[in-house]
């Protein structure tokens, strides 16, 4: 691996330390709204289930997503960013 990479690499995960001990606030965060993650699932045409079994949560967690009782994050916040942008492609991958 370059050294500047490997570099950059450390840096990176001692902000991540940082973040997570609440040294630190992040450069910036994704935050989904409701009608967000309805339209994310809206736009691959799956239902509540089906787009809940696609992301790996259950439907109640996709549920609380959709009406504003919880934010999804982590990866699942990742995941989501990825089918807004590539619905098909997400569909197909996963269901594959």
Not at 12 to 40: C, D, E, H, M, W
Request: glycine letters at 4%; hydrophobic letters at 40%; zero cysteines.
């Amino acid at each position: 691996m370059d050294k500047k990479l490997f570099s950059d690499l450390v840096t990176s995960l001692k902000q991540a330390g940082q973040i997570a001990q609440g040294k630190r606030k992040p450069s910036r965060a994704y935050r989904f709204s409701t009608s967000r993650v309805k339209a994310i699932r809206t736009r691959t045409r799956l239902s509540q289930s089906e787009f809940a079994l696609l992301m790996g949560v259950s439907v109640k967690t996709l549920q609380n997503w959709e009406q504003a009782r919880r934010q999804p994050r982590g990866p699942a916040a990742a995941l989501l960013r990825i089918v807004e942008r590539e619905p098909e492609m997400v569909v197909r991958a996963l269901h594959s």
